[in-house]
């Protein structure tokens, strides 16, 4: 079956009684003109907001719909309070192929699939609808953008809205296990779903304490701090020197320096061990120089690139993107030159130096790998949430689902 383009969908007002979601108004875009039409008052929410993460900005979610989004259908759901925009949602409906669960841990759109190193047999299709989670772009799904006060009503304001679509089997929905996850289980609840938990243990770290990249290593244990200090002796040994780029042109003039780094990175190529394979080369850079081209960017976010050169040759590269008062890394790529070095602690090491210069709030380290573990004090710990509707094939699949999760 095919989708109903969203599109020719007229946007669906849901007035919500007072006291029930605090009376928003939702609102479900789908024209590149209905989005544009709200960029400002999207933009001055994100202010309002403080934790907001680059990967719920305007222009990153324009850079993904350009390059990536070719076999999903995207849309925005708002929430008003008013004329006011109390909250913000970039989301995606998908044909997709699932395991008897019904639900993906990485791949959310249908061409992600060929980024995962398992084959599993896939029988079940379903229309699928989940907030914008794209492995090209970096995007774990962002929550629900609104001012810290007001989630809660969002939430349930969206809950009511999803409900309400039609044209879906399955939702899921990437969420902070300690923020989000009752919330939106609770929302969906209320609306006569059945929300059940799929558990990742997804831990995502960051720094909430900024300070000198010494100053943290200082508190750290002996063998990291010794593998710090022989990182930085091979360095000066090496001659290895890191500089940076930054601004919109200057990055951008910079970017084959970043694809050159990549195509020499494992991560082209891939690791055994690994579970997937995200080779910079294709849509990856496609999305990634959407996304440094955009004219507006830097009403939004502050493009940084850092590479790591021996005798002049880059040896690693760190992306990362300044937002309001915090800082993201976006992308990592190091060849195996210059190893004892270690360039990509390096460059973390300097980009945490940059932020700390600057008195920012955050550095969202923005990976899941053990050794960031040292330089953090704050761990976002990801699950997904996930239901299905309740039509027929909702239903089914839902019977199917469950009956998966009792055998496991």
């Not at 360095?235 to 780029?245: F, M, P, Q, S, T």
């Not at 320096?257 to 496609?286: F, H, M, N």
Request: hydrophobic share 45%.
């Amino acid at each position: 079956m095919r989708h109903q383009p969203l599109a020719s969908i007229t946007p669906v007002r849901i007035s919500l009684p007072r006291g029930d979601a605090g009376a928003l108004t939702t609102e479900r875009l789908g024209t590149p003109e209905e989005i544009a039409a709200v960029g400002d008052a999207w933009r001055c929410l994100a202010r309002d907001c403080g934790e907001a993460t680059c990967f719920a900005m305007p222009v990153y979610f324009r850079a993904w719909r350009d390059t990536l989004s070719g076999d999903v259908e995207p849309f925005l759901l708002t929430a008003w309070a008013g004329e006011r925009l109390a909250g913000i949602m970039p989301m995606m409906r998908a044909t997709v192929r699932r395991g008897p669960s019904c639900a993906p841990r990485h791949d959310f759109a249908p061409s992600d699939r060929g980024l995962l190193n398992s084959r599993r047999p896939r029988p079940f299709r379903l229309r699928q609808l989940s907030p914008v989670v794209s492995m090209p772009a970096v995007c774990v799904g962002p929550a629900p953008l609104c001012r810290p006060r007001e989630r809660a009503a969002v939430i349930r304001a969206f809950a009511r809205t999803l409900k309400q679509m039609a044209g879906w089997d399955g939702l899921v929905l990437p969420v902070d296990a300690e923020t989000e996850q009752e919330e939106w289980r609770a929302a969906l609840r209320a609306e006569g779903l059945a929300p059940w938990v799929l558990t990742l243990d997804r831990r995502i770290g960051g720094i909430d304490g900024v300070a000198p990249f010494q100053q943290i290593v200082a508190r750290q244990n002996r063998n990291f701090r010794r593998n710090v200090r022989r990182a930085e002796g091979a360095a000066r040994d090496l001659g290895l020197e890191i500089v940076l780029h930054q601004g919109r042109d200057a990055v951008l003039s910079a970017l084959p320096v970043l694809a050159a780094v990549a195509a020499r990175s494992w991560k082209e190529t891939g690791r055994e061990d690994a579970d997937l394979l995200i080779p910079y080369s294709g849509r990856q850079r496609a999305f990634v120089e959407a996304l440094i081209a955009d004219p507006g960017l830097e009403a939004e976010m502050t493009p940084v690139l850092a590479l790591a050169r021996l005798q002049g040759r880059p040896v690693a590269a760190l992306l990362w993107l300044l937002h309001g008062d915090r800082v993201t890394a976006l992308l990592t790529f190091r060849t195996a030159e210059a190893a004892r070095a270690s360039p990509g602690l390096l460059l973390v090491g300097r980009m945490i130096d940059w932020a700390a210069a600057r008195n920012l709030s955050a550095v969202d380290l923005n990976v899941t790998q053990d050794w960031a573990r040292h330089l953090t004090d704050r761990i976002r710990t990801q699950n997904n949430v996930v239901c299905f509707s309740n039509g027929l094939r909702g239903r089914a699949l839902g019977i199917v689902s469950g009956l998966a999760r009792r055998l496991k």
